[in-house]
């Protein structure tokens, strides 16, 4: 059996699809219609991967969230519908690892679980890393797109550094600010843009529509993963 | 000062003793006059009996008669035409100083003088009479002239209830007030003039207007029902019905007939004036409501569309595929099941913009505006919507070193979605897209350019209205509440947002957003 997946969803049909397709990703699954149930199924049946919903009938999913880590760092993904992108953040800082936005594809949702699992056993920064044409070692603080020596100023090494300790995974501003200027102030948010944009420039082939660090809206950056 | 005085005093007691209620200064002198004439005749009389002879000092007599008849009225002549009759038979008719008339031929002179008095007084009164009557109408006529003319420039009920009440208080000097039924149906006052506070909260007046608006007649001060009111209440009434009443207090609790004619006159102008008002806010209550049971039906119409389309395209995949699997090869499952994909995308696509509108249209969609890279916001809506632009060439023109905007991320990914979908709806496949972005004039002005078939010259700005497009003839499929979204969200920033018709062909739709200051 594959890793365990606990589905946290009041609704069935989702429940139902999700099964479906987990299984035929081979791994084994688990599911909670409630808050309560959830909270339960995180403590006998010890999950991999949790995939919460934010709309649970009993309690926000959020709560689900907070008492899960308070004893587990067992990778959250959440469910959400489109609008609710404070709660998302909310969610993230408070130790979310990634979101989906319903309704989403299933193998958005895999690779997403792919990712949350290679982070989970996985926890330590690989000194190299290689997407595509971008080759990153962090031991030479070296940065190559296409063989190519790109020269990064010391913030725009920092960002790219974070993201790839993160391939995979949506990093908030927050998270970003935070680790870059030590501070919380949000008035750092314009710096934030202007340095990805930047980044962007030097990394990018095409930085109208970049393939590396990818936006999201509202939320904060991901760089994508090599599968 | 003081003779005439007291000689228009001794008029005055004559007209009253004629029980004559109206009497002027003039008509006082007059009657005077017509007194000094008879005394006079009586003394030419007396100085030349001889010479002139009895009857024709009867003769004489008949000047004052005819001159108080012509002046003044019947009872004056007939009052005249005594005491020149009396003066004639006591001071010359044997036997003198007696009533006795010896000659009883002389009753049948006297008879005369009673009928020419008579006859010639009553067709003065009746000039008399017409010309007060001309002078009232006159004053009637420019009264309802300008109440008239003051209700025809009432734009709206409480102007004409006011102007109503107005006129109704200086023509009459009254008090005056107006009652019309609320909307629980029960009477109330909807104007009066300021001194009016009596009428407006009497209960007996209120009671009164009650019947008066429930009968359509008349009550109050000098009709015989609810004779305990204040004000005479009148009713305001078409041939229809009666749309309220109107109530005046005079100054000194007394209406004439005249004043009442009057009363009704104004009563009825403002009633044809009420139903004016009242037919033209019934249509125009109509043709909104039917310019928005028709604008129901279209949204109906056109959301069932799109929203069975794109269900009509899955429901068919699917069952193709749970039905009849068997006969479908590997290529054409993969065809079904993307058709499903596709129909799926586009349903949710039309659900947020339904759900957009709703936002808008309820006041409750909230800004969330966080620093953004324009050029950020245009590259995550390009790879959003890559299946949809993958027919057509999409190319980016974005300089360097464009300032940062506070916007909401979401809703301008909104705005360029809903135009790039505009953009690939109406033109060719294979076309070119242009995607771009400029700082003009301290904004950043962004701009989608398609090489369509463009917009009709005159339609550049109701395309932003609400289903404009479920106007226009044609087979493209959508509500038409893209464009809207876009000028909500867009005004919304304090953006500016419209569209283009191209010089060659196609359309170019620009937006413009302030720039949040200089960041470095």
């Known amino acids: 059996m594959g890793a365990k997946i606990l589905v946290i969803d009041d609704e069935l049909e989702i429940r139902r699809l999700l099964k479906i397709g987990l299984i035929a990703h081979g791994y ?17 049946a010890r999950p991999d991967v949790i995939i919460l919903d934010m709309g649970l009938p009993d309690q926000e999913g959020l709560e689900v969230l907070r008492q899960v880590r308070e004893w587990s760092q067992v990778p959250v993904i959440i469910l ?148 | ?42 003394l030419i009389g007396k100085l030349y009996s001889d010479y002139l002879g009895l009857t024709n000092i009867g003769m004489l007599y008949l000047l004052p008669v005819i001159f108080a008849a012509s002046r003044l009225g019947v009872r004056q002549s007939l009052f005249i035409a005594l005491v020149s009759v009396l003066c004639w038979d006591v001071l010359f008719m044997p036997p003198i100083l007696n009533l006795a008339v010896s000659d009883t031929r002389h009753l049948i002179t006297f008879l005369v003088f009673m009928m020419v008095a008579y006859t010639t007084g009553n067709m003065s009164d009746l000039l008399r009479c017409r010309a007060q009557e001309a002078t009232q109408r006159e004053k009637q006529t420019r009264v309802l002239y300008e ?20 006129q109704t208080a200086e023509t009459l000097d009254a008090e005056a007030a107006l009652f019309m039924p609320g909307h629980n149906g029960e009477l109330r006052v909807v104007a009066a003039n300021k001194t009016l506070t009596d009428l407006a909260s009497s209960p007996n007046d209120l009671l009164a207007a009650q019947w008066t608006f429930s009968h359509s007649q008349p009550s109050g001060l000098g009709t ?29 609790n007394l209406l004439e007939a005249e004043q009442i004619n009057l009363l009704q006159a104004l ?49 068919s995949a699917v069952s193709s595929l749970v039905d009849d699997e068997a006969i479908y090869d590997e290529e054409q499952k993969a065809t079904l099941l993307n058709g499903i994909k596709l129909g799926a995308e586009r349903m949710n696509r039309f659900v947020n913009n339904l759900l957009d509108m709703a936002r808008l249209e309820s006041g409750y969609m909230k800004l969330n505006p966080d620093w953004s890279d ?41 705005v360029l979605t809903n135009l790039l979908h505009n953009a690939v709806k109406y033109s060719p496949r294979h076309s070119e897209i242009i995607v771009s972005a400029a700082e003009v004039d301290g904004l950043l002005k962004v701009s989608v350019t398609d090489q369509g078939e463009g917009i009709t010259p005159g339609d550049e700005e109701f395309i932003f209205d609400k289903f404009y497009r479920l106007q226009s003839p044609g087979n493209v499929s959508g509500t038409g509440l893209g464009l809207s979204i876009c000028r909500g969200i867009i005004e919304a920033h304090g953006g500016t947002i419209w569209a283009a018709g191209q010089s060659e062909r196609g359309s170019r739709f620009n937006f413009t957003l302030p720039v949040a200051g200089d960041v470095f």
């Open chain 2, 1 to 42: 000062m003081g003779r005439s005085n007291y000689w228009r005093k001794i008029g005055r007691a004559i007209h009253a003793s004629l029980r004559i209620d109206y009497t002027t200064d003039q008509d006082s002198r007059l009657i005077i006059f017509s007194l000094f004439l008879t005394a006079a005749v009586t």
């Open chain 2, 224 to 252: 015989d029902t609810f004779t305990g009111a204040r004000g005479y209440h009148v009713p305001v009434k078409t041939e229809e019905k009666t749309m309220a009443v109107l109530a005046v207090k005079p100054s000194n």
């Open chain 1, 80 to 227: 959400s519908v489109r609008g609710q992108d404070h709660e998302k953040v909310q969610a993230l800082d408070i130790g979310a690892d990634d979101y989906l936005t319903k309704p989403f594809s299933v193998s958005e949702l895999m690779a997403r679980i792919r990712v949350a699992l290679r982070h989970q056993a996985n926890v330590k920064d690989e000194p190299v890393v290689q997407i595509g044409d971008l080759f990153l070692d962090f031991s030479r603080r070296l940065v190559k797109v296409a063989e190519t020596d790109i020269h990064l100023t010391p913030i725009e090494y920092d960002l790219l550094k974070i993201l790839a300790a993160n391939a995979g995974k949506v990093v908030t501003h927050r998270h970003l600010i935070k680790a870059i200027w030590g501070t919380e102030a949000q008035e750092h948010s314009q710096y934030l843009r202007i340095y990805i944009s930047q980044l962007r420039k030097k990394i990018e082939k095409d930085p109208n529509q970049p393939g590396f660090i990818l936006t999201e809206p509202g939320i904060g950056y991901r760089l994508i993963a090599m599968e």
């Open chain 2, 147 to 166: 109440l008239a003319r003051g209700l025809s420039a009432a734009a709206d009920l409480d102007m004409l209830v006011s102007q109503v009440v107005k």
């Open chain 2, 267 to 315: 009563a009825g102008l403002s009633a044809l004036a009420i139903a004016r008002l009242e037919l033209a806010e019934e249509a125009h209550d109509v043709r909104t409501l039917e310019a928005s049971e028709r604008l129901q039906a279209a949204l109906f119409n056109s959301i069932s569309h799109d929203l069975k389309t794109p269900l009509t395209s899955i429901m």
């Open chain 2, 374 to 414: 324009i050029q950020d916001i245009i590259g995550v809506t390009l790879r959003e919507n890559q299946e949809i632009l993958k027919g057509h060439k999409v190319k980016v023109e974005i300089p360097d070193a464009l300032p940062l905007i506070k916007v909401d991320y979401a809703l301008i990914e909104q």
């Open chain 1, 28 to 44: 084994d699954f688990t599911e909670a219609a409630t808050a309560k149930e959830g909270v339960y199924q995180a403590v006998t």
